[in-house]
């Protein structure tokens, strides 16, 4: 993509940050636009965001791709909100639990789409093919919705105090930067820190994310449903597995630290986004993603300089006691669980 718009590094760095650019105001827009579209969101946004996420692999200039990218941002933000919405409403109406399970699948399809973009590349398929087919899957799948656009929602609820949203807001950017720190320099250390092969250091941010599919999948069926609790595990889970990776000098206790930590930052998103449903529906689910999607932009850079002013093992030191943020964060989200409207 680099290559074809003839961008440097430096450029494309700057291009990229068109998706952020465009997220953040369509997750708000899509939460206030629940009221009106609360039945259709989810189709909608598929099909916008499998229309717009195959534009960038037909950009001809920087400007071009720029452009095509504020429209994938736009529609990746807004189907975010759109999905966990639609969740929220699922398991308000039908006493059901479909939050982990969601997200579980969402963290198989990025393993799934890693792995499978990988080898679709060494077989020598074009990226615009990739994309393609990924775009038709995609509006098959807001098909296949639309027709379940009948299905009951909850009327929304309008949350009185904007305190309780940010501060759900704030422990979830905690949660997004150990996630976006872990997934940018796990593989790092194992290759340059435990002076790992390829092949190893590879593992870092591929059993983080099993970790992640398993820590769901696991949580969807024997979880609490307590938000101290799940929060509590989620928290103690990211600091003893990053703390087992930063003090050890065998990487495959690393990679197991990271394993561990992975199983226990899966409870921490699908758990802030039901406290912040139960708090004023889709809205407020919005202004929770807004606020935390902060995490994800400053988790990487965040890590880098820390490391750089001590080392790739204190960057993990530094991880783990971030994840200690998250236990302290337990009674204040139990209390607002707990004041939330029934």
């Known amino acids: 993509m680099r290559r074809g718009v003839g961008a440097t590094n430096a450029q494309l760095g ?19 636009l629940s009221n009106r579209a609360a039945p259709h969101l989810v ?23 720029f452009v095509f990218l504020l429209l994938a941002g736009a529609g990746s933000g807004a189907l975010d909100v759109a999905i966990n919405a639609r969740a929220n409403s699922l398991e308000t109406v039908g006493s059901i639990r479909v939050m982990d399970g969601m997200h579980a699948l969402y963290s198989a399809g990025v393993v799934v789409g890693g792995v499978g973009t990988g080898l679709l590349r060494r077989a020598g398929a074009h990226p615009s093919a990739i994309l393609g087919g ?5 509006l098959l799948v807001a098909a296949a919705n639309a027709r379940a656009a009948a299905l009951p929602v909850t009327p929304v609820r309008q949350t ?5 949203l940010l501060v759900v807001g704030a422990v979830f950017a905690v949660s997004a930067l150990l996630e976006s720190g872990v997934e940018a320099w796990s593989a790092l250390l194992l290759e340059s820190g435990l002076h790992s092969s390829p092949a190893v250091s590879g593992l ?33 889970a990211a600091g003893i597995g ?40 889709a809205p407020a689910i919005s202004t929770v993603a807004v606020v935390g999607y902060v995490g994800f932009l400053v988790g990487p ?12 093992r204190g960057g993990f030191v530094f991880l783990a006691g971030v994840g200690a943020l998250l236990v302290a964060s337990v009674p204040i989200l139990g209390r607002l669980r707990r004041e939330s409207p029934a």
């Open 301 to 312: 850079p965040v890590i880098g300089g820390v490391a750089g002013a001590t080392s790739l």
């Open 14 to 32: 700057v291009i990229l940050l068109a998706v952020a650019l465009a997220a953040l105001p369509a997750m708000l827009l899509t939460g206030r």
């Open 134 to 138: 990924v775009c038709a899957v995609v």
């Open 204 to 236: 870092g941010p591929g059993l983080f994310a099993a970790g992640m599919v398993t820590g769901r999948g696991l949580a969807q069926r024997l979880a609490p449903t307590s938000t101290a609790s799940r929060m509590a595990v989620s928290g103690a």
């Open 43 to 65: 189709w909608l946004t598929l099909a916008i965001f499998g229309v717009a996420g195959v534009l960038p692999a037909f950009a001809s200039s920087r400007w071009l791709l």
């Open 160 to 164: 009185a105090l904007v305190g309780p």
């Open 242 to 281: 990053l703390g087992l990776s930063a003090a050890t000098t065998q990487p495959a206790v690393a990679v197991a630290g990271i394993f561990i930590a992975g199983c226990g930052l899966a409870l921490s998103v699908p758990t802030l986004f039901r406290l912040a449903g139960r708090l004023g529906a």
